[in-house]
């Protein structure tokens, strides 16, 4: 296994956590968001830019959607 597949697995495996547990802290939708990055990177890096651009978009789904959480919950206290 070398480096650059090493990095992509280790990006969908904290995307995996992070889903499993978004409802427990909106922490877990931006963790989400960032992994979500990392494997837009490691796309991009290994030729496969669809993949590339696709995580690129569910990034920013997924930090708007931990945006929203936290404007939610700062309402609500």
Request: charged content about 15%; glycine content about 10%.
């Amino acid at each position: 296994m070398n480096k650059l597949t090493l990095f992509g697995l280790c990006a969908v495996t904290a995307m995996l956590v992070c889903y499993a547990f978004e409802k427990r802290s909106p922490w877990f939708i931006l963790g989400f968001a960032f992994s979500c990055a990392l494997g837009s990177v490691y796309g991009f890096l290994q030729g496969a830019w669809p993949f590339g651009i696709v995580e690129a978009i569910w990034a920013g789904v997924a930090f708007r959607r931990w945006w929203s959480q936290a404007r939610s919950q700062e309402m609500r206290s």
